[in-house]
């Protein structure tokens, strides 16, 4: 027994001292720490010449060690979380994961079935590149001491992204542990999975808070850590006793415990544990990689990176961008997002586990992820450039149309929520969820009945076999049809509620917001439609023939795409005459010798006649303002700060908008529009400096 004990405390010895060693030199190379603890794994494991561990039991003892690794890594996310944080965060930053985690689910299946694996492998390799790493993110963001909204916004996507990845890795576990992939099975499945999570919410919120701050209240650090520890045991065990994973009830742990009010004094006290635990973990999933099946592999490995290189960068820059967040921030946080997280790990080990995947997926999914994450500082570090780049080059129709959206954005979320307003948006959003609700369980049931269906009839009504499928086809379709045209309908309904509260219509003869009204309905049916679609589409590919549902929701989506682009040059001839009227005004107004204050009164008076116009704001220029002798294109407020200049007045004179080259003088008044922070930040540089955009500048003397 001492033979064994010591034979263990030179293994973990060993395994401690090489991630350590690893873990420095990747982080001397400005790569994260995870990266040097699987190459740990590697290099103490089987499959690398050199130092290895004794034998099974200490193998063994390496996975058993890993699993707490696995259960405070998922409690310390949990502790990231509260209820009261979660819906502080706001609906736009879940709806970005939700779409990006469907266009992921999609992309993943889509490639996986055209590899030609089977319904059930596709779903769990589509779920193993779904998630991102928090960690990694943070790691970056650190080494380069990057602050302000879009590091927020990375945050707030990567939070919903991890709650969506493990409602998927929940799913996916109930289905892979019960009788199939059949509508009743996965509705059964889903229900029983959100029956135990209330419950263990509902009851948990009873007995862990209060016994947490109960502990505290002793003032001993040990005892509060073995509670904290105690619980998130606790609530694993239960998850696993009622079927589900460890790592579930660990993450729902977490919860429980932030909600006693107490979480940042505790995680302090977690994170070195969770750390030694979560290294072993890292070193055994290295231990099990053999580098030569990802040599053998690494057609699927450079595959599956592009998937998620591309995939993470368009889902969550398209999403946050719809959510209203700016075009800068979305791209950069689209970017910032571009990696396979840790969670890869487990949900392949679990497929592998059940028997569902080969040992070859694990390697592939571990270069996946070790690619993604050698790229994240990169991609990090250039996206600020690259948001930039692609901002300047957009064309001028397309910049009015960013400006005013994420104005419209901006004044649907500050409007006054009246209790009727919101009773018909929730009816709406009811009818919408239910419409494509049925409109998947018409195709999952059709495809689980289909041969029994066509066999029983030819049998008894001694048909033709064609004909009866034929039917029966014609008649899944017509189903499935109305159902798609009833949340077609809902969610243009639901969009038009939603753009009248911006841009309200008025009576009369005349109605000068039709405009800018029509192209927001479009673009938020746009955003409906792929929130919703994409999550159908994913659950609905396993039931259907293999690029069915893809292709009708890239044939709406196109569609409405296309509609939009021609409102978008509507609403540019739409702003041309509104900017005409607000240099007449401002002319006027200059003449007469008024000040800012006046300005902004004649502003607020034109407002009135441009609806769907942004709150717009009057700066005037003084001797000293850093922007004068200034070009517009060398301040370059739209791309900086996000701020769009509609016009400019000078000496009383009535006249368009200067070129972005001719020199601004003092005495000229600026028409900015924008959200209030892109305004404040545009009258700092105008006024403050630094005026001149370093960029334009090179580009200038180049």
């Known amino acids: 027994m001492a033979a064994d004990l010591a034979h263990y405390v030179r293994d973990l010895s060993i395994i401690l001292g090489t991630a350590a060693a690893t873990g420095l030199i990747s982080q ?13 794994g590697m290099l103490i494991g089987p499959h690398v010449p050199g130092i290895v561990l004794g034998g099974p039991d200490s193998l063994d003892m390496t996975q058993n060690l890993s699993e707490f690794g696995v259960i405070l890594l998922m409690f310390s996310v949990g502790l990231e979380f509260s209820l009261r944080k979660i819906a502080r965060i706001g609906p736009g930053a879940g709806l970005t994961a939700v779409f990006e985690i469907g266009l992921m689910m999609t992309l993943g299946f889509l490639v996986s079935a055209l590899l030609g694996w089977s319904t059930m492998e596709s779903l769990f390799l589509a779920g193993c590149i779904c998630s991102s790493s928090t960690m990694i993110a943070a790691k970056a963001f650190e080494e380069r001491k990057l602050r302000g909204s879009f590091v927020d916004l990375t945050f707030a996507i990567l939070v919903f992204d991890d709650m969506t990845t493990i409602m998927v890795f929940a799913v996916l576990t109930a289905i892979a542990s019960g009788a199939g992939l059949g509508p009743g099975e996965f509705v059964l499945s889903v229900g029983q999975l959100f029956g135990f999570l209330l419950a263990l919410l509902a009851g948990g919120l009873f007995v ?5 701050r109960a502990v505290v209240r002793r003032g001993r650090d040990e005892l509060t850590l073995l509670a904290a520890i105690a619980a998130c045991f606790g609530m694993a065990s239960l998850a696993a006793l009622a079927g589900y994973s460890i790592a579930l009830g660990a993450f729902i742990a977490g919860i429980l415990v932030s909600e006693s009010g107490e979480g940042g004094r505790i995680e302090p006290l977690v994170l070195p544990v969770r750390n030694i635990f979560a290294a072993i973990f890292f070193v055994a999933i290295g231990m099990q990689i053999d580098p030569l099946q990802i040599l053998a592999n690494w057609p699927l490995v450079l595959v599956f990176t592009a998937v998620v290189l591309v995939g993470k960068v368009l889902g969550v820059s398209v999403g946050a961008f719809l959510s209203g967040n700016g075009f800068k921030a979305s791209v950069r946080a689209g970017m910032s997002c571009a990696h396979n997280g840790e969670f890869s790990f487990i949900m392949a080990s679990f497929a592998i586990s059940k028997g569902i995947l080969g040992d070859w997926v694990f390697p592939v999914a571990v270069g996946v992820s070790v690619l993604t994450q050698l790229t994240a500082p990169l991609m990090i570090g250039r996206s600020e450039s690259v948001a930039l780049a692609l901002e300047q080059r957009l064309p001028a129709k397309l910049q009015t149309f960013i400006t005013f959206y994420q104005s419209w954005i901006e004044q649907l979320r500050s409007a006054p929520r009246t209790v009727s307003v919101w009773s018909q948006i929730r009816g709406d959003v009811m009818v919408l969820a239910l419409d494509a609700a049925l409109l998947w369980a018409v195709l999952a049931g059709s495809n689980l009945v289909h041969w029994w269906v066509v066999t029983e009839l030819t049998e008894r009504l001694t048909l033709p076999p064609w004909l009866v499928e034929l039917t029966w086809l014609g008649g899944t379709l017509l189903l499935a049809a109305i159902f798609l045209l009833g949340a077609l309908r809902r969610a243009a309904a639901l969009a038009h509620r939603l753009a009248e509260m911006v841009i309200p219509v008025r009576g009369g003869k005349l109605d000068l917001g039709s405009a800018p009204r029509r192209l927001f309905v479009l673009v938020l049916e746009l ?21 069915a549902a893809p292709l009708v929701l890239l044939v709406v989506v196109v569609a409405l795409v296309i509609s939009v682009w021609r409102n978008i040059a509507h609403l540019h001839g739409h702003v041309r005459a509104g900017t005409e009227l607000i240099v007449e005004v401002l002319a006027r107004q200059s003449r007469e010798g008024g000040s800012e204050a006046t300005a902004q009164s004649s502003l607020d008076d034109v407002q009135a006649l441009l609806p769907g116009f942004p709150d717009m704001t009057p700066v005037r220029l003084h001797e000293g303002s850093a922007a004068v002798g200034l070009t517009l294109a060398q301040i370059n407020l739209r791309v900086r700060t996000g701020a769009t200049v509609l016009a400019v007045s000078r000496d009383g004179a009535s006249a368009e908008v200067p070129s972005p080259r001719e020199l601004l003088r003092p005495g000229d008044i600026l028409t900015l529009t924008g959200s209030e922070a892109a305004i404040t930040a545009a009258k700092t540089l105008i006024h403050e400096g630094p005026a001149a955009d370093p960029a334009q500048n090179e580009s200038q003397d180049a």
């Open 527 to 547: 955003a409906l439609c792929l929130v919703v679609g994409l999550p159908l589409v994913g659950m609905a590919q396993p039931f259907l023939p293999l690029s």
């Open 208 to 212: 862990v808070p209060r016994a947490i």
């Open 28 to 40: 001397s190379l400005r790569q994260p720490p995870v990266l040097g603890y699987l190459i740990a």
